[in-house]
């Protein structure tokens, strides 16, 4: 017999707002890559530390006026974690911001997105039980990957770099994952999110300093893309899965998030004019089906998008 909250849930995913907001949370992820790609007079590391700083300030202002100030100083554990988590994610963003740049939006989304999978495996390190589905999922995918970077090797070097930093992005996304949960087993959702953007965003400026790259003197058309890609991917799609989690459940959140995978290359096609040769769009079907037999044997761990 399905419990009162399984119920609720049931109810909830058939109404008109979630619908609705569900669809702007996917639209939201969707377009990260393809603005960073047609942002292409802003280096990717700068982009990545405005998207971060730009939400750290929104989201910490909203807690602020929330709270009515600082609850409480986070603890060392708590700290620990949100470094970790922060350290992870401005690598996540560092990856994915510049493979998008030398690969397909589509393939640089595919293989990012494998971080549900690269969590499992970390899992699997940690003493936990991988099961033959979530098995099976991860096989899949891996195949799809290997389709994606094979094929990018006689393309050009480059798109290939570009496929290898996606995959290492999504390690980064799974690090992130599992660092924050164990932040968020005593924070709250505004206190962390605040705390983890200002610091990646710190990790960021150092990063971009080493590289020598500018934090300004964008052409408008670059601030604008910082902008939107900070409303747009950063507030309004994290913020609504955040605020979906809690409605429908992490499992359900998951699985719309994969959306993210063929919404990033509709995208692309029709904003950026990109057609990856067919064997991509083989490779993003395979990694999208693994994707969602790993969520669904592994009771669903959020999937972050980009």
């Given amino acids: 017999m399905p419990s009162r909250s399984g119920c609720l849930r049931a109810r909830q995913a058939g109404h008109p707002v979630i619908f609705f907001l569900a669809l702007v949370g996917v639209l939201g992820v969707s377009a990260s890559g393809p603005l960073v790609a ?3 007079s802003v280096p990717p590391l ?14 910490g202002t909203g807690a602020l006026v929330r709270s009515r100030g600082i609850r409480r100083w986070p603890s060392r554990s708590e700290w620990r974690y949100c470094i970790i988590a ?18 397909s939006v589509a393939a640089a989304t595919a293989l990012v997105c494998l971080q549900s999978a690269w969590i499992a495996g970390y899992q699997r390190l940690r003493g936990s039980t991988i099961g033959a589905q979530v098995m099976a999922g991860m096989g899949l995918s891996l195949c799809g990957a290997l389709l994606i970077t094979g094929f990018d090797v006689g393309r050009s070097p480059e798109a290939l770099l570009g496929d290898l930093l996606a995959l290492a992005g999504g390690a980064m996304a799974g690090a992130y994952t599992l660092a924050g949960s164990g932040a968020r087993a005593t924070m709250d959702t505004g206190s962390y999110t605040t705390l983890c953007y200002a610091l990646t965003a710190l990790f960021l400026l150092v990063m971009t300093w080493f590289a020598g790259q500018p934090l300004v003197g964008f052409p ?9 890609l900070t409303v747009v991917s950063q507030l309004l799609g994290h913020s609504i899965f955040n605020h979906l989690v809690a409605a429908l459940g992490p499992l359900v959140v998951s699985m719309i998030i994969l959306l993210e995978i063929p ?3 509709i995208l692309a ?15 993003l079907v395979l990694i999208l089906g693994g994707l969602m037999a790993v969520v669904r044997g592994q009771s669903g761990p959020v999937v972050r998008g980009s």
């Fill in 86 to 103: 922060s350290v992870a994610l401005a690598l996540h963003f560092a990856c994915f911001m510049v493979a998008v740049r030398l690969t």
């Fill in 269 to 283: 096609g029709i904003f950026l004019g990109q057609t990856p040769p067919v064997w991509t769009y083989v490779g």
């Fill in 263 to 265: 919404g990033a290359a």
């Fill in 220 to 228: 408008a058309i670059g601030w604008a893309g910082i902008i939107t």
């Fill in 46 to 59: 700068a982009m990545a530390f405005w998207r971060n700083g730009l939400g750290a300030v929104t989201m």
């Fill in 38 to 40: 047609a942002t292409p």
